[in-house]
């Protein structure tokens, strides 16, 4: 399928409540060169090929992000913001329900401010291609694995370690047959002590399809913390 035939959703999730930020205001809405952090991941989409957005936040937030995010800067391709759940997938689930029918979909993390246009056209060329990918850098660090004592148990090569990121593009289909197995199954997978962290790994363990690592950024960063937000700070005065 051609990238220009093809018809793309992504969801943007915000409806976490950054507590490691500390602080009273929800580090998505914090102000980074006089803009919310959630302004930049929703203009890197509404400036691409993307053809829809939905917005996940929480109930709380759903007046503020319409007026103050989507109305103000006029984001024309947000078509709804949503309430979200009480785990990540939980606010992913609600985001897939929520976007009209396309052929990929890209689920990306609001407090990622400097995902690019570059980075969403080579996720896009891989998800054609593989029907699921992520974005992605290796790591720079040696890894250890430790055990549940804080004792290292294995170092994994270096060479074969990434650090994912998002957006994590999904053929549609896959992605939404993917979710409803787990809300399904969602009890089972917890009795078994199985944690869902992230999209690709909903695909993985519930689809058993592969999922192709695609090359993000080093500035793709998520801001979690204070020390991420000077760090974003910088890359956004360069």
């Known amino acids: 399928m051609e990238k220009k035939k093809c018809r793309c959703g992504a969801v943007v999730l915000a409806a976490g409540s950054g507590k490691r930020m500390g602080g009273s205001t929800k580090k998505q809405y914090l102000l980074m060169g006089g803009k919310p952090v959630l302004y930049?991941?929703?203009?890197?989409?509404?400036?691409?090929?993307?053809d829809e957005i939905v917005?996940?936040?929480?109930a709380e937030d759903?007046?503020?992000c319409q007026q103050e995010l989507v109305e103000k800067f006029g984001f024309t391709k947000v078509?709804?913001?949503?309430e979200g759940g009480k785990e990540r997938y939980h606010s992913v689930a609600c985001g897939l329900t929520a976007l009209s029918n396309c052929d990929y979909i890209f689920i990306h993390d609001g407090a990622r401010p400097f995902v690019t246009g570059e980075i969403l056209e080579r996720c896009l060329t891989d998800a054609t291609e593989y029907g699921a990918c992520v974005a992605g850098m290796p790591v720079k660090d040696t890894i250890k694995i430790a055990d549940a004592k804080g004792m290292i148990r294995e170092t994994p090569d270096r060479n074969l370690v990434w650090m994912v990121q998002t957006p994590q593009v999904f053929d549609a289909l896959l992605i939404r047959s993917a979710y409803?197995?787990?809300l399904a199954e969602e009890e089972k997978l917890l009795q078994q002590g199985i944690h869902i962290t992230d999209d690709a790994m909903v695909v993985e363990t519930l689809m058993r399809h592969p999922v192709k690592l695609t090359e993000g950024s080093y500035?793709?960063?998520k801001i979690t913390t204070p020390e991420d937000m000077r760090v974003a700070e910088s890359f956004l005065a360069d």
């Open 40 to 50: 930049y991941s929703l203009k890197a989409f509404e400036d691409s090929f993307i």
């Open 55 to 58: 917005l996940v936040t929480g």
């Open 62 to 64: 759903i007046s503020y």
């Open 79 to 82: 078509s709804r913001v949503t």
């Open 180 to 182: 409803q197995k787990l």
């Open 219 to 221: 500035q793709n960063i």
